[in-house]
């Protein structure tokens, strides 16, 4: 399993703007990709911002790709969210999963 984490940053007046829209159409919409096993959207909230880490699971890369494209590690971030977010990573990092212990 492969994880992919992206962050970007809204100022409180738009924060959950961003969260409505990850969780009510980004995260339904890759539910119905072949290979994708879950997502988590994490969030910090400090002085006046917040910060999101998006965080999917993915059976392998081949997965993500036909998500994201040959080079998986383009962020892929859709109108409705670059209006929310105040700043983002334009970029993605995988990790392998090695290890998991819960559900």
Do not use: C
């Not at 995260?27 to 917040?50: I, K, N, T």
């Not at 994201?68 to 929310?84: L, M, N, W, Y």
């Amino acid at each position: 399993m492969i994880v992919r984490l992206w962050r970007g940053q809204a100022l409180a007046s738009t924060a959950s703007a961003y969260q409505k829209h990850a969780t009510e159409n980004v995260f339904p919409a890759l539910g119905q990709l072949a290979g994708h096993r879950g997502a988590w959207l994490l969030r910090r909230d400090d002085e006046g911002q917040s910060e999101f880490v998006a965080m999917t699971l993915w059976e392998s890369l081949d997965s993500i790709k036909a998500f994201a494209g040959d080079d998986v590690s383009t962020a892929i971030v859709e109108p409705e969210g670059r209006a929310a977010l105040s700043s983002f990573d334009d970029f993605a990092t995988h990790y392998e999963v090695a290890f998991n212990h819960g559900p």
